[in-house]
């Protein structure tokens, strides 16, 4: 298998990666992440993971395999992005309360010689307990999520916030190390296709 590579400056993508034995380099992606709208759709976050991956080709210097990811959370098929300032962090948690949504990861892992490219997106169904107003204060005072999508860290909830989490937690954090390595094992194969069909040509 080639050099790995992170397109993530999150460190809990690194911890993940790196607890499932995974040894990668990291490297920053030259791609400004923009959303047109708050519309969710698997494309659009799949793309989201796939600009990441290929914004930082010009940043690697040896033939590698560029794994991006895009994590959003979704309520009411809307994306919730990370709040701006304590009132709307607040006003997310509300919304979250009592309630049950969707975490979705998109991975992208991109080889860097032929730009062959796989994508996969995993969803978490995540339920909140009802979240009184003093808990919500709480959790922001004390952990402070504000570069968080959906106001909050699964990973530093307390206890009592979360009802029930149906799916891979992994992918709440930040992605699925299973989800990574299903990738690179399809990925491979597809190269192994690309090669045998239009390198080495049968005569």
């Given amino acids: 298998m080639k050099n790995l590579v992170l397109a993530s400056k999150s460190p809990r993508r690194s911890e993940i990666l790196k607890k499932a034995g995974f040894k990668f380099d990291i490297v920053t992606s030259d791609y400004e992440e923009e959303l047109d709208n708050k519309q969710f ?28 990811a895009d994590t959003v959370v979704v309520l009411d098929n ?3 992005t990370k709040p701006i300032g304590r009132n709307d962090a607040f006003k997310t948690l509300q919304s979250l309360s009592n309630r049950e949504h969707e975490v979705v990861t998109s991975i992208c892992i991109l080889d860097s010689e032929t730009q062959k490219y796989v994508i996969n997106s995993i969803t978490t169904k995540v339920e909140f307990n009802l979240l009184t107003d003093k808990m919500i204060e709480f959790y922001i005072d004390n952990y402070k999520p504000f570069d968080k999508a959906g106001a909050y860290g699964i990973q530093e909830l307390p206890q009592g916030y979360v009802n029930q989490i149906i799916g891979n937690l992994e992918n709440v954090i930040g992605l699925s190390s299973d989800a990574v390595k299903d990738l690179i094992i399809q990925l491979e194969h597809l190269l192994m296709v690309f090669q045998e069909k239009y390198v080495y040509p049968q005569d």
């Fill in 78 to 80: 809307k994306i919730l």
């Fill in 41 to 68: 759709s698997y494309d659009k976050i799949e793309n989201l993971a796939k600009n990441k991956a290929f914004g930082a080709l010009n940043n690697i210097n040896k033939p590698s395999y560029i794994i991006s």
